[in-house]
């Protein structure tokens, strides 16, 4: 019997996720509520990329069930309301950044307005012209995001979306992420810094392909008596069966 | 399927093509110095009853280059696409497995027949090549090589996950092709396995379709034109149908 969707953005149940012959993530479950900038925290190789590909539905799942915005359907309508932006920048490095922008524009319906308006949130509006392969790893990220921002998708999916950046573009980046929470965009954020926790309104816990803990950092630093993030994920990845 | 899609992203690749003119310019000139290399080599020859052997054999091996090209150009495209994270992406979103392809078809359609219509000029206006048939019909032939390739290159990438196994599989489709297609001998004549085995390959209908003009039988090349038009659109169902949203 398939949960309903219910009112979460996301509503994972029972996912279990094979890759090159192993099992990645195992009967794993979670929820994520709406208009919540949520952080999914842990080191890297424990799943946290499988996790999202099976949320944006672009992963093969072996068993379990994933729903997104109420929905198990992943149609046209479903997909044109989620963002995804994949780990590494993906758009086309010989457009410039406006071409690359008006043609994932023009992908979810929105026109060119919309197109420079992106340009303008991701901070390149001096860089419009210029095409990707010119830009530094830090711009072509943007121009990634850019295009996920472009049509105002409801939920915002985010492969480490602040790894290599330098601190005051990482702070940038959190205040842009907070906005759109704000204006209910729901957000899931995946990092390996631990630091990142205090940006996020909940955290989910990842190691080994499962949740270790699911709540908001006074909730996950209380019930494991620590300080921060960190301390708090080792006290939990240190005692088994505590999640 | 929906137009405003798969016409946005022709332009896109078009765009992304528009920037690289070394491309551009192989593919339009690439075709034209061979066949002059052809036509040189044969300009002190003739056949056994005085005729130019130029003519037969330019007018049949016309097709190969716009084919080659353009399965090469179209496969390793489209697997750049996919190995740079783009193609995941647009299989996130809510453009169909059809646009893209159809796109990408489309894209790559207009330059082949630029490509066949610059070619097929040349050769007839230039290198004075000399055909029983109608030029549009060679011209109309040549098209159909190029859309071909585009086609095949299409769904052949799907096949690929490296840039070696793309490469490679230009040689793979292709080749084989060239050799049962009744250029180097009369389909006729070969052994019945491979006669059998040519009569289920593209190229030797174009091949036909050649031979058909070069004896001025314009009327005969439809069931041909019909042929091939049912390959490129088998083809491009087999892009469709290979490319996946989920990957494992």
Known sequence: MVKSPGHAAVQVVNLTVDRGGSTVLDSLSLEIPRGELVGLLGPSGSGKSTLIRSIVGSQVIKSGTVAVLGTHDYGPTTRGRIGYVTQ??????????????????????????????????????????????????????????????????????????????????????????????????????????????????????????????????????TLTGTDDAEAAFLALAAGPGES | MTPRLTIATAARVLRQLRRDRRTIALLLMLPLLLLTLLWWMFIDTTGPSGEPIFDPLGARLMGLFPMLLMFVITSVTTLRERTSGTMERLMASPTGKADVVLGYALAFGIVASVQALVLVGFT???????????????????????????????????????EFQAVQMMPAVILPQLLLSGLFLARNQMPRVLEVFSDVLPLSYAIDAINHLLVGDTGEIWPQVAVLTGFIVGALALGVATLRRRTP
């Open chain 1, 88 to 221: 590494a920048p993906s758009v086309y490095a010989d457009l410039t950044v406006r071409e690359n922008l008006r043609y994932f524009a023009a992908l979810v319906g929105a026109d060119r307005e919309a197109a420079e308006a992106i340009i303008a949130t991701v901070g390149l509006t001096e860089q419009a012209s210029t095409t990707v392969t010119m830009l530094s790893g830090g711009q072509a990220s943007r121009v990634s995001l850019g295009a996920a921002l472009v049509g105002d998708p409801e939920l915002l999916v985010l492969d480490e979306p602040t790894v290599g950046l330098d601190p005051v573009l990482r702070g940038e980046l959190w205040t842009l992420f907070r906005e759109l929470a704000k204006a209910g965009t729901t957000l899931l954020v995946s990092s390996h810094v631990m630091d990142e926790a205090t940006r996020c309104d909940r955290l989910l816990f990842m190691r080994n392909g499962a949740i270790l803990a699911d709540g908001t950092l006074r909730e996950i630093t």
């Open chain 2, 124 to 162: 007839v206006g230039v290198l004075d090549l000399d055909i029983q048939g109608a030029t549009w019909a060679l011209a109309l032939i040549i098209v159909l090589d190029g859309l071909l390739g585009t086609a095949l290159g299409l769904a052949a990438s799907s096949l690929a996950t490296t």
